[in-house]
């Protein structure tokens, strides 16, 4: 018995590259050229109005396509409302993503549907995914052409969360195993990290490395003593939970490789973060990205890339929504 299941998992293991080579076969560039030939035009205006609004545009849509793609691949699940208020958003690990993350895609949509010759020909998992490209280029970032022919997913429930998404505690084993999962490798993990570079996260989601981190130590000695302390006057105990301070203290509005600099001087806010620099698997990577931010960028594109075919709807898995928080 135990050699047969061991035989299982070494079929399922190796038939997982072909699931998802094959369900995101259907992506392609300019997917949506005598569909559409106008979306990443109208896509990229609503989201450059929306970033001059507000920086969180940024971070809150790069944030919400990783979010999605994670859960049940990316097909706009994320985006989801429900009355039961069991949906992915609902989750405790989503009720964080920024309002102006979904707002993004909202107004992008709408921007889409105002061309007769567009409407609701285009799924919002694709806007989203074009949104997350031009929030990257808006900040400094690296542009690239993004593949499109997804389709918006049906099912979207709160339980399939936390099992998917990477907690900021996470050691590398964690990490690894759970972007392996999505077939994403150590080189993706590491570059895709790097979008910790912009946006902020609230005081609750590192406390523990500041205050009480064990027996012997209230810090996480791999935190830089001089960041540690700042880390606790901006975020002191029984601090207000709706607090949040940037994730890169240097440069947090520039899409650049800072956060691998930072990383490198023990100025990791989460775990999940540190750890890249301080276990030897991932090590050279950082070494590579903070020293090369061409290197990092051309990892980065690949890594986003490769995250954007995961979980691709085909055929009756799903529909191109009207209304991108309800299904059809």
């Given at each position: 018995?135990?050699?047969?299941?061991?035989?299982?998992l070494s079929?399922?293991?190796?038939?997982?590259?072909?699931?998802l080579?094959?369900?995101s076969?259907?992506l392609?560039?300019?997917?949506?050229?005598n569909?559409c030939?106008?979306?990443?035009?109208?896509?990229?205006?609503?989201?450059?109005?929306?970033?001059?609004?507000?920086f969180?545009?940024?971070?809150g849509?790069l944030?919400?396509?990783?979010?999605?793609?994670?859960?049940?691949?990316?097909?706009?699940?994320?985006?989801?409302?429900?009355?039961?208020?069991?949906?992915?958003?609902?989750?405790?690990?989503?009720?964080?993503?920024?309002?102006?993350?979904?707002?993004?895609?909202?107004?992008a949509?709408?921007?889409?549907?105002?061309?007769?010759?567009?409407?609701?020909?285009?799924?919002?998992?694709?806007?989203?995914a074009?949104?997350?490209?031009d929030?990257?280029?808006?900040?400094?970032?690296p542009?690239?052409?993004?593949?499109?022919?997804?389709?918006?997913?049906r099912?979207?429930?709160?339980t399939?969360?936390?099992s998917?998404?990477?907690?900021p505690?996470?050691?590398?084993?964690?990490?690894?195993s759970?972007?392996?999962?999505?077939?994403l490798?150590?080189?993706?993990?590491?570059a895709l990290?790097?979008?910790?570079?912009?946006?902020?996260?609230?005081?609750?989601?590192?406390?523990?490395?500041?205050?009480?981190f064990s027996?012997?130590?209230?810090v996480?000695p791999?935190l830089?003593?001089?960041?540690?302390?700042q880390?606790?006057?901006?975020?002191?105990?029984?601090?207000?939970?709706?607090?949040?301070?940037?994730?890169?203290p240097?440069?947090?509005?520039?899409?650049?490789?800072?956060?691998y600099?930072?990383l490198?001087?023990?100025?990791g806010?989460?775990?999940?973060?540190?750890?890249?620099?301080?276990?030897?698997?991932?090590?050279?990577?950082?070494?590579?990205?903070?020293?090369?931010?061409?290197?990092?960028q051309?990892?980065?594109i690949t890594?986003?890339?490769?995250?954007g075919r995961?979980?691709?709807?085909?055929?009756?898995?799903?529909?191109i929504?009207?209304d991108?928080?309800?299904?059809?």
């Amino acid at each position: 018995m135990e050699h047969r299941n061991s035989f299982l998992l070494s079929f399922l293991l190796l038939l997982l590259p072909l699931l998802l080579n094959s369900a995101s076969a259907q992506l392609k560039q300019n997917f949506y050229q005598n569909i559409c030939p106008n979306v990443e035009n109208y896509v990229r205006s609503a989201v450059e109005k929306k970033f001059n609004e507000t920086f969180v545009t940024a971070p809150g849509t790069l944030r919400l396509f990783f979010h999605d793609c994670f859960v049940r691949g990316c097909d706009a699940s994320v985006l989801l409302a429900s009355s039961g208020n069991n949906a992915e958003k609902d989750s405790p690990l989503d009720q964080s993503l920024a309002g102006d993350g979904f707002d993004t895609v909202i107004k992008a949509k709408a921007a889409v549907d105002n061309d007769s010759k567009c409407k609701n020909k285009v799924s919002c998992a694709d806007i989203l995914a074009l949104a997350a490209r031009d929030v990257i280029v808006l900040t400094g970032g690296p542009s690239y052409t993004v593949e499109l022919g997804r389709l918006d997913g049906r099912v979207s429930t709160n339980t399939s969360v936390h099992s998917n998404i990477p907690l900021p505690t996470f050691n590398l084993d964690k990490l690894i195993s759970m972007f392996t999962a999505h077939g994403l490798s150590q080189t993706d993990l590491v570059a895709l990290s790097g979008a910790h570079t912009i946006g902020s996260a609230h005081c609750a989601r590192f406390a523990k490395r500041i205050n009480g981190f064990s027996r012997t130590s209230s810090v996480d000695p791999t935190l830089n003593s001089t960041y540690a302390q700042q880390l606790q006057q901006e975020c002191p105990k029984n601090v207000d939970p709706r607090v949040a301070i940037n994730m890169d203290p240097n440069t947090p509005r520039i899409f650049d490789n800072t956060y691998y600099k930072n990383l490198q001087q023990g100025m990791g806010l989460f775990t999940s973060d540190q750890v890249l620099f301080t276990d030897s698997r991932t090590t050279k990577l950082v070494n590579l990205f903070a020293s090369n931010v061409t290197a990092f960028q051309q990892a980065f594109i690949t890594a986003i890339t490769n995250l954007g075919r995961v979980g691709v709807k085909t055929g009756s898995q799903g529909e191109i929504r009207r209304d991108c928080s309800a299904v059809n």
